[in-house]
Structure formats: C-alpha cells, structure tokens
C-alpha cells in the first residue's frame, strides 16, 4: 500500500487560508466542513457522537454490527480496506471483524493525528494485518496515488459524511473513489435518511451545546492557524432543516457587527449574516441509489435499521 503525500503544516495553512478567503468572499458566505476537524475539532465531534440527540453514529453502529455477516457474503474474501474520513477505529474494526480474510487497512484522514490513531487502534486489535494512516484530503482523491494491494479494495465511507457534499459534489466524490479503489473495486456507504425536522434539529443543536462548540472552533482555529481576529462572542451557532433541498444546514450567526482579516483579505459581518458551515443532505433510499448510479457505481444491496433512519449501501464499480 502507498501512503500518499501528506498534509504539511505549510500546506494546510496555505489551502485553509484559501478556501477561507473564498467561502467569505462568497455571497452568501460559506466554508467547507473539512476544516472542522483538527484535533480539537476532533475531540468534539467524538463527544457528539455519544449525545442522546445524534442518533447517526449509533444507529449506524448497530446496523453494521448486526448485518455484519450479510456484508461479509456480500463482499467476498481477501479485501483491503480503504476507510475515507475516519476519525476513529470503531467503525472499521466492527466491518474488519465480520469480512472474511481482510487483506489490508488504510485510513485517509485530514487530520494528521486522527489518521496516526486510527490506524494505531488497527493495527492493535488487529495484529498482523497490513495497516497505513494516511493525512490527505480524501476530497483531493486525483492528486494522491491509489493504495496499491494485490486483492481488490473495499472502500469504506460512513458516517452519512457523502451528505456533507452538494449532490453534484457528492456524485463527483463517489466517481473520483471508483476511480481511486480501481478495477473491481466496492464501496460501503452510510447515507442518514429523511425523517421528521425536530430529530433532524435536535441532533444538529443539542443540549449540551456540544455541536455548538464543534461549529464556533472554526473560528478558534482560524484565530489560531491564521490570525483571523474573530470575535468569538460575536458569533452563535445554528441549526435549521431545509425542506425543500433536504438537508439540514449549520450556520455561525452574526449577533452584532464584526470583522475578521485573513492574508490580508477583510470580512464584515452585518447582525444577522451568517456563515454557512455545514450541510447534511439526506436521502430516501431511491435517492442513494440514483446518486450512486450518477458517480458510476450501482447498488448491489442496501440495508436500513428497523426505523428507517439509517442506510448502509454496498455499491459495485
């Protein structure tokens, strides 16, 4: 397996700063939510995950747990797994335990720290399996060299992460994976499903405020990495369900006038203007199946949890 080139300090400084600068410059203004997570981004999102409001992680835990087997017939023998965004070990150690013969592991993570403790935690529970983090942007997937291994490759993407991305974004995404994984390659995708606005709501703004403290370090870390000069105070954070494009958005809210600066570049914030931060699309189960089919994939299988809130999707190339 290749390890492909990672993201230097200097590197991440520099794309940060430019996609910062262009989502600000934007009308509205917008960021992508890979910037989210450096470690401390990280850290959050882990205490999200196992708050009484965010069903996602838990609800796709004990789906992969229960149709592990199902999955493991479904995929064969003898593949290497290749995990997109992984952020933690759980998830692939549950798929990993239920394949038959897994050949290989590789995390690609942004977070360089992330990718090092995933990888890690493989590699412990897993003794002697070929295990490889990787810091690298795994929505830049054309600018890294694919993960080289004698078996076919299983990529792995859960987490409903693919919603995070505009439809067309999102096809281009899962085009660009086939492409990675190669010839006979497969994909196992979680896709969060529609369902009533107030648990879309609440798991995106919960009590705690803990989603709160993961949308407003955005700011801290351009504070910090770029000397943005954001007034923390002068931001709150927002959650709302858009209907009509079926997703749910994550917005920092101005509360008053403020200003930041980065490279050299100055944003106004009017009272009211926000900065979109995240969008979390989701999709019937006809929906995933269209969308795979327009990144040149189809659905070999999909299986949902008893609610219907949940889907993991098998795609062939």
């Not at 370090?217 to 910090?224: G, I, K, S, W």
């Not at 809210?253 to 944003?267: K, V």
Request: aromatic residues 8%.
């Amino acid at each position: 397996m290749n390890k492909s080139v990672p993201l230097g300090a200097d590197l991440s400084r520099a794309l940060f700063a430019a996609d910062l600068v262009e989502g600000l410059s934007a009308a509205p203004k917008a960021t992508p939510p890979k910037w989210f997570y450096d470690a401390e981004g990280s850290r959050l999102f882990g205490e999200i995950t196992r708050l009484p409001e965010y069903y996602p992680t838990r609800t796709e835990t004990a789906l992969l747990r229960r149709i592990g087997p199902e999955i493991a017939r479904a995929v064969g023998p003898d593949r290497s797994v290749v995990e997109f965004g992984s952020g933690s070990a759980d998830k692939a150690a549950l798929l990993l335990a239920a394949l038959n013969r897994p050949a290989g592991y590789v995390c690609v993570e942004i977070d360089p720290g992330a990718a090092r403790a995933t990888a890690a935690e493989v590699a412990r529970r897993f003794p002697g399996l070929p295990t490889r983090g990787v810091a690298g942007d795994f929505t830049n997937l054309k600018a890294q060299p694919a993960a080289a291994h004698a078996t076919h490759r299983l990529g792995f993407f859960p987490g409903s992460t693919i919603g995070n991305f505009d439809p067309p974004e999102a096809a281009t995404l899962l085009s660009d994976m086939r492409e990675h994984l190669g010839r006979g390659a497969q994909l196992l995708l979680g896709v969060d499903l529609v369902k009533d606005a107030a648990t879309l709501e609440a798991a995106y703004d919960d009590a705690a405020g803990v989603t709160a403290a993961f949308n407003l370090n955005l700011l801290v870390r351009a504070n910090r990495e770029l000397g943005a000069g954001f007034d923390l105070d002068a931001f709150a954070h927002e959650a709302r369900w858009n209907a009509e494009a079926s997703r749910i958005e994550m917005h920092l809210r101005a509360l008053q006038p403020t200003s930041a600066t980065i490279d050299g570049e100055s944003f106004r914030f009017a009272p009211g203007e926000t900065i979109h931060t995240e969008s979390s699309y989701k999709y019937t189960p006809e929906g995933v199946a269209a969308l795979a089919e327009r990144g040149g994939w189809r659905t070999k299988q999909l299986w949902t949890d008893p609610k219907g809130w949940f889907a993991l999707a098998l795609l062939g190339a």
